[in-house]
């Protein structure tokens, strides 16, 4: 039962915590849409897509005034087109732009699902859909591209990482008029979930069902709010178990519009992502929460145990109140997208290399960072290898969404507007990885991987 108080609880966090739903996203499989013409190919995407999707913002904002709860996006992730697009014949950029046709018709945010699977090795079509990434990020508005080069099971496929340097350097370059922000629809993988309802890494996994929705919660200024509260006398005890409870109550709300969404669209629930994901609005922080566990700036000593402790009890308390908690879930460290995060880096406190330890305990891993413009594609996929190597050893999932933005150096301020939002170019170790780079081949996977 829900009384008084939860209700006003609830109405408190969602007026002056910057509770909300981050995002609905209908997955969609396209994999009755193949065919050897890429012409009719892209027509029956389309179709279907905008079939499928026809009432997915209206029942979204219907939900938003009927419950008074923020729904920021709505969106649509599809079956990794590399599946589909396989033995087609034809420019593969022209299903990627009946994909954002269908996202402009239907009115949603963003659409997932341009990407390929590819951590134990290419196919022919896997590596021609890999090569028109950046001109299908500067052609479409709302597709989003992903690439998964790693799994524990697998190893991490270095071929593939080495080619991602230069796609990612050529999607700066061909966007170079705008801060290079083609980059930041652009995630590289290591373990990707088949059910991650967060952009630009979403898609719908081989092993999902024809539809399903999955929902996006975030809600890192209630968590900074109710720590606020907290007596600075407080043990980590008393700090982890009033995360998990806090927790708790978002993820009930995450729930509640999942299942009504599922109940109002027809379409099964699949799961709730519980991650804390930030934004550039003040009080909406994840490095604000880890300052008031009692660090001067985020990125100072303790930050990684901290960012851990956050994490851990996020998804101890998510997990108590649904029954399906899936996709990344827990606490996302978006450098550009966090106001807390971007003060960090302007004063020193936070390095790439910092961010990176800390990405062994969260959710995610190097995300929206801006780094200068002449970095070197071999470079980016040292950083890249660096990040895939930390999901693979530990068996999570781990990503990279970094931004050569051409023309600028570190220091330089860049701005990527929206919730994409801002902040300083970030400088890399001055040293080469050329050689590394260049080997290629498979760094085999983990002893620990052998588990059958």
Not at 3 to 19: A, F, Q
Not at 103 to 127: M, P, W
Not at 257 to 281: K, M, N, Y
Request: net charge negative; charged share 20%; proline share 4%.
């Amino acid at each position: 039962m829900i009384n008084s108080r939860e209700i006003l609880e609830t109405i408190n966090m969602i007026s002056n915590e910057n509770l909300d739903i981050r995002t609905i996203t209908l997955g969609i499989s396209l994999r009755d849409c193949c065919n050897s013409d890429v012409k009719l190919l892209s027509q029956n995407v389309y179709e279907k897509i905008t079939g499928v999707g026809r009432n997915l913002v209206k029942i979204g904002e219907e939900i938003e005034r009927d419950f008074g709860i923020p729904i920021i996006n709505k969106r649509i992730s599809v079956t990794p087109i590399s599946l589909i697009a396989e033995s087609c014949q034809g420019d593969i950029t022209q299903v990627a732009i009946a994909m954002d046709k269908a996202a402009s018709e239907l009115g949603i945010n963003f659409i997932g699902g341009f990407g390929a699977l590819v951590h134990k090795g290419y196919t022919k079509g896997d590596r021609r859909l890999i090569d028109s990434i950046p001109e299908v990020l500067v052609r479409t508005g709302q597709v989003c591209a992903f690439v998964n080069v790693a799994t524990t099971k697998a190893g991490i496929n270095m071929d593939a990482v080495t080619h991602l340097g230069g796609v990612i350097k050529g999607t700066a370059e061909l966007t170079a008029e705008n801060n290079s922000v083609g980059c930041a629809k652009l995630v590289v993988f290591a373990n990707a979930p088949e059910d991650n309802p967060f952009m630009a890494g979403a898609f719908h996994g081989i092993g999902e069902p024809e539809c399903v929705i999955n929902v996006g919660v975030s809600g890192p200024g209630v968590i900074h709010s109710a720590l606020k509260k907290l007596s600075p006398e407080a043990d980590f005890s008393q700090v982890a178990e009033l995360i998990k409870k806090t927790a708790f109550k978002i993820t009930r709300m995450g729930q509640l519009v999942a299942s009504e969404a599922s109940r109002r669209l027809g379409i099964p629930f699949g799961v709730v992502d519980l991650s804390l994901a930030p934004t550039p609005i003040i009080g909406d922080s994840v490095a604000r929460i880890l300052e008031e566990m009692g660090l001067e700036k985020c990125g100072t000593h303790g930050t990684t145990a901290a960012l851990a402790l956050l994490n851990d009890a996020v998804k101890k308390g998510g997990v108590m109140a649904s029954s399906h908690v899936g996709g990344l879930s827990g606490a996302f460290i978006p450098v550009s997208e966090d106001a807390g995060m971007i003060d960090a880096v302007k004063c020193g406190a936070l390095s790439l290399d910092k961010l990176e330890a800390m990405t062994c305990v969260c959710s995610v891993g190097l995300d929206m960072i801006p780094i200068p413009g002449d970095t070197s594609e071999h470079t980016i996929s040292a950083i890249i290898a660096d990040e895939v190597a930390i999901g693979v050893v530990n068996n999570k999932t781990t990503a990279v969404r970094i931004i050569p933005v051409i023309g600028k150096t570190a220091g330089q301020q860049v701005e990527f507007g929206g919730l994409l939002g801002g902040g300083v170019i970030m400088p890399v170790n001055k040293y080469s990885s050329t050689v590394f780079a260049k080997r290629g081949g498979r760094i085999p996977a983990p002893i620990h991987s052998l588990r059958n």
